[in-house]
């Protein structure tokens, strides 16, 4: 029976998780969840888990869910704060920890859950984007296991040899495949029009608001060619980019005698969620099946192709950042999060989402950071410096 924390229970990520975790109760049990403000859909979780915490991101949050369990008779202990995700992440009866805390935000329970040696299931792929080497020194150095539940690490994860140590000199190159979301063939000057609805609609996938707007703009893919980087060890030479609109091949690893491994599924984020659970074994997820008798045709297609690099500039900045200091991603990550969050509000526009994140990486100056605390602190300077850049912008 494995005791399993999930940090973002209410988000798209960690509902999944409990769909999982609820189809294996011979396996699984939920210890501790957390959310940052759906104290209704958490009160929900917590009297059919019963957790022994449930930890909301803030006071007011915190103390009207402890009010709500109370009146409901559960015997569930209330918590808040920061501090609480921590010691939630790392509490030594915790065997695993499903990281599903969008952005920087995090990054602290990570780095907990890796120096206190736990299976880390990471869906935040901000804690590698924006933690880089600090974060796999403290996973390195606590003896955690890192599984990523994203579908496209997921993917190569399972298309790579069990051994780590030979991945270096078998492998060729990791291909990421990405749909190209709502705009993949949208005239790209009319993507200054696009309303946050329209950025959230994705054709396969059901997920948030913040990662739909990043599908929209192909800044997820660029996030995950660096979390890619940081996972599998390789060059950022070495890993490519192919637009999939079918979203069935979910990732390849192409080997030095140009063989290629594929993983294949249905667009269901329960597929790579109760690998990591189950990981080495295989469970139930509760995805359906592909049908390849009922399969549509798959087609790829380059980002050199149908205007794709006109239309996502913003991709080609993972491998700039890549190859610029350390910390550059972490700029990248933070100006993204404000330039999401200020075009769902409605004071910048679709197309100005790079602007600000090109802004930032232009304005920020900093010195490697070699610890958490440096990493937060660039991250506030980026932040601050992308909210000056979208007060300059005109929608």
């Known amino acids: 029976m494995q005791q399993i924390t999930v940090l973002g229970s209410t988000g798209s990520i ?100 890796a120096s206190a040696g736990k299976r880390l299931l990471l869906a935040n792929k901000e804690a590698l984007v924006v933690g880089g080497d600090v974060f796999l020194a403290a996973v390195a150095q606590g003896g955690a296991r890192l599984l990523p539940i994203d579908s496209e690490h997921s993917a190569i994860f399972q298309s790579l040899p069990e051994d780590p140590k030979t991945w270096g000199h078998r492998i060729e190159k990791i291909i990421l495949t990405a749909s190209g979301g709502p705009f993949r063939s949208r005239d790209v000057q009319s993507l200054r029009d696009v309303t946050p609805q329209e950025a959230c609609a994705h054709p396969n996938w059901v997920m948030g608001r913040k990662i739909s707007v990043d599908s929209a703009t192909m800044m997820n893919k660029a996030l995950e060619v660096i979390e890619a980087r940081y996972l599998f060890g390789v060059q950022p030479a070495q890993i490519d980019v192919v637009i999939h609109p079918q979203s069935v091949v ?21 597929g790579p969620i109760a690998y990591g659970l189950s990981w080495p074994d295989r469970v139930v997820s509760g995805a359906a099946a592909l049908d390849f008798r009922q399969l549509a045709p798959m087609t790829f297609e ?68 070699k610890s958490l605390g440096e990493l937060l602190a660039l991250d506030q300077e980026s932040r601050s410096a992308a909210r000056r850049h979208v007060g300059q912008l005109s929608v």
């Open 14 to 113: 960690g509902t999944n998780t409990l769909d999982v975790i609820a189809r294996h109760p011979d396996r699984f049990k939920v210890f501790a969840l957390s959310a940052a403000t759906q104290v209704d859909l958490m009160l929900k979780q917590c009297a059919q888990f019963s957790p022994r915490y449930a930890v909301m991101a803030n006071e007011e949050a915190g103390r009207l869910l402890a009010e709500k369990v109370k009146a409901e008779g559960l015997s569930v202990e209330v918590q808040w704060g920061s501090e609480a995700l921590v010691d939630i992440a790392a509490h030594p009866q915790v065997d695993a920890v499903m990281a599903a805390i969008v952005g920087a935000a995090g990054l602290a329970p990570c780095l907990a859950a």
């Open 250 to 270: 979910h990732s390849m690893v192409q080997y030095k005698d140009a063989s290629v491994v594929a993983q294949l599924g249905t667009p269901d984020m329960r």
């Open 302 to 369: 380059s980002l050199d192709e149908h205007g794709h690099a006109q239309r996502f500039p913003g991709l080609k900045l993972a491998w700039e950042s890549l190859d610029a200091p350390f910390g550059t991603c972490a700029v990248l990550n933070a100006a993204n999060e404000v330039a999401v969050a200020s075009f769902l509000e409605g004071r910048i526009r679709f197309d100005q989402i790079h602007v600000v994140n090109q802004g930032a990486l232009n304005r920020v100056v900093f010195n490697s950071p």
